[in-house]
């Protein structure tokens, strides 16, 4: 069965960093797989947040968290992590990772262009 799990959630203050994990069970996250993170806050419809493309290395970010989260893999681990650094309040909301199979260079930023996702860790930036 295939299966995303993600970690690293959690409060933090407003400048404060937090490490998102995405790991795959039942399959080899990083065997081609374009992996996303999303997030959607209260209220508020998901949006994509950044993306990598294990089989290019192509990475993207959306303009809110450019030059300050990163994507990056972890072969060792069979998982896709997303940090975040100087996290502000509108960073706040539920953090899923997706997958898919994606056979152009770069890696999507639309939701439903994943097939796979996993249940969300939540994220609250507050003072």
């Known amino acids: 069965q295939v299966q995303l799990v993600e970690s690293g959630g959690g409060p933090v203050q407003p400048g404060g960093s937090l490490r998102l994990s995405c790991g795959g069970s039942?399959?080899?996250?990083?065997?081609?797989?374009?992996v996303g993170w999303f997030r959607q806050a209260p209220g508020k419809e998901r949006e994509g947040v950044a993306c990598?493309?294990?089989?290019?290395?192509?990475?993207r970010f959306v303009d809110a968290v450019m030059g300050r989260f990163t994507i990056s893999r972890d072969n060792a681990k069979n998982m896709v992590a997303l940090q975040m650094k100087r996290l502000e309040f509108e960073d706040t909301g539920v953090y899923s990772c997706?997958?898919?199979?994606?056979?152009?260079?770069?890696?999507?930023?639309?939701?439903?262009?994943?097939?796979?996702w996993g249940q969300g860790t939540q994220v609250t930036v507050s003072s």
């Open positions: 997706a997958a898919v199979k994606y056979g152009e260079f770069g890696c999507p930023l639309v939701s439903n262009e994943y097939d796979f």
């Open positions: 039942g399959f080899a996250l990083l065997d081609g797989y374009s």
């Open positions: 990598i493309n294990t089989r290019t290395g192509s990475l």
